[in-house]
T-cell receptor, first 114, second 113 residues
Framework: DGGITQSPKYLFRKEGQNVTLSCEQN?????MYWYRQDPGQGLRLIYY???????QKGDIAEGYSVSREKKESFPLTVTSAQKNPTAFYLC?????????????FGPGTRLTVL | GESVGLHLPTLSVQEGDNSIINCAYS??????FIWYKQESGKGPQFIID?????DKRQGQRVTVLLNKTVKHLSLQIAATQPGDSAVYFC????????????FGTGTRLQVTL
């Protein structure tokens, strides 16, 4: 099956701990994205990457970090500096051309801070 | 289930009726507008998109209307079915910003039997 996978589906973290969320795609897409979703709000962009070994901050990057060592993988680390990390995290990918390309979303990871 | 959409506006329609979901967007320079459907506990799924130089586009059972004068977007679902129950998001994109999507807050559609 082609698509985007995220793991784990549910993740629990103690305050003060860093935690890494996995995102893998086998669609051969160049661009990958991380979004955060809170109740009553739309998706907000955390980080995105258009090419391996390069990434840019989105609208709410503080307290998060990413890496893009492989085209297929774009892990997100939620650090202890993120003040309110409990949320639903969504990864997406798209082709990258000069115009708009549809973003395909993974199933999401729900992170809860205990 | 997931808590996404707890405080969202809700539209209730009877099975078989038509649904109209509305969205106001913010950037008059946006090139494309997209509607996504999100079921509980899942990632958003693409429904239909429309380019800014169009005012109407039809898909299978869905129609998107774009009014650039008032920066308004709507999604019409014909003959609504129980499987249409979900949260619907509009998104806009200005391709000059490296394909960054800006999402609306969403509307929950509840289909009653």
């Amino acid at each position: 099956d082609g698509g985007i996978t995220q793991s784990p589906k549910y993740l629990f973290r103690k305050e003060g701990q860093n935690v890494t969320l996995s995102c893998e795609q086998n669609l051969n897409h160049d661009a990958m994205y991380w979004y955060r979703q809170d109740p009553g709000q739309g998706l907000r962009l955390i980080y995105y990457s258009q090419i391996v070994n390069d990434f840019q901050k989105g609208d709410i990057a503080e307290g998060y970090s990413v890496s893009r060592e492989k085209k297929e993988s774009f892990p997100l680390t939620v650090t202890s500096a993120q003040k309110n990390p409990t949320a639903f995290y969504l990864c997406a990918s798209s082709r990258l051309t000069s115009s708009y390309n549809e973003q395909f979303f993974g199933p999401g990871t729900r992170l809860t801070v205990l | 289930g997931e808590s996404v959409g707890l405080h969202l506006p809700t539209l209730s329609v009877q099975e078989g009726d038509n649904s109209i979901i509305n969205c106001a967007y913010s950037n008059s320079a946006s090139d494309y507008f997209i509607w996504y459907k999100q079921e509980s506990g899942k990632g958003p799924q693409f429904i239909i998109d429309i380019r800014s130089n169009m005012d109407k586009r039809q898909g299978q059972r869905v129609t998107v209307l774009l009014n650039k004068t008032v920066k308004h977007l709507s999604l019409q679902i014909a003959a609504t079915q129980p499987g249409d129950s979900a949260v619907y998001f509009c998104a806009e994109i200005f391709t000059g910003t490296a394909s960054k999507l800006t999402f609306g807050t969403g509307t929950r559609l509840q289909v009653t039997l």
